[in-house]
């Protein structure tokens, strides 16, 4: 079945240390998004792709990175200068073509301690 | 710049009742709204999106919502819910002049008996 697959869905990490969240899809779908939500806070978004190899800053992008080498692929990095990393963080995509809807994958739930 | 306002954080409701979870959005272009359900600890399911044509949109579940453009509406409805509707909804915006989607803050619906 095609779809989007985040992994882990549960990550622990030491304070200080970068950690890599990977998200892939199978959906051959152009566009790719990254948002973190927080209780209270909906769904705020950090980077997106529109196309391999480019990507652009959201709104609470610092402290974080990614990377588009695949249409399939969209790991986002949290390195050690985002102040509070730990969130639930949600991968989507979409086809690119027109004003379609976002699929989402399960998420990974950040603790650090 | 586009946004979303989802004036209820939490809407306790009786099952078999109606409910009308409310979304207003912001935006001085054309407008693409969606309306997802979230339930713990897990992805974003689309429940029912407006495009296009009918302002009353039917989708999965028995969700339907209106939207209004005059009051810059798009509320979501159902006529008798259940208690496994139980869930964090959330309403989403994409204008022409983008490619990401804008959420509210969400809407937690809970159905007792």
């Known amino acids: 079945d095609g779809g989007i697959t985040q992994s882990p869905k549960y990550l622990f990490r030491k304070e200080g240390q970068n950690v890599t969240l990977s998200c892939e899809q199978n959906l051959n779908h152009d566009a790719m998004y990254w948002y973190r939500q927080d209780p209270g806070q909906g769904l705020r978004l950090i980077y997106y792709s529109q196309i391999v190899n480019d990507f652009q800053k959201g709104d609470i992008a610092e402290g974080y990175s990614v990377s588009r080498e695949k249409k399939e692929s969209f790991p986002l990095t949290v390195t050690s200068a985002q102040k509070n990393p730990t969130a639930f963080y949600l991968c989507a995509s979409r086809t690119g073509q027109g004003f379609t809807e976002a699929f989402f994958g399960q998420g990974t739930r950040l603790t650090v301690v | 710049a586009q946004s979303v306002t989802q004036l209820d954080s939490q809407v306790p409701v009786f099952e078999e009742a109606p409910v009308e979870l409310r979304c207003n959005y912001s935006?001085?272009?054309?407008?693409?709204l969606f309306w997802y359900v979230q339930y713990p600890n897990q992805g974003l399911q689309l429940l029912l999106k407006y495009l296009s044509g009918s302002t009353l949109v039917k989708g999965i579940n028995g969700f339907e919502a209106e939207f209004n453009k005059s009051q810059t509406s798009f509320h979501l409805r159902k006529p008798s819910v259940h208690i496994s509707d139980t869930a964090e909804y959330f309403c989403a915006v994409n204008t022409g002049t983008a490619s990401k989607l804008t959420f509210g803050t969400g809407t937690r619906l809970q159905v007792t008996l």
């Open positions: 935006s001085s272009v054309s407008v693409y």
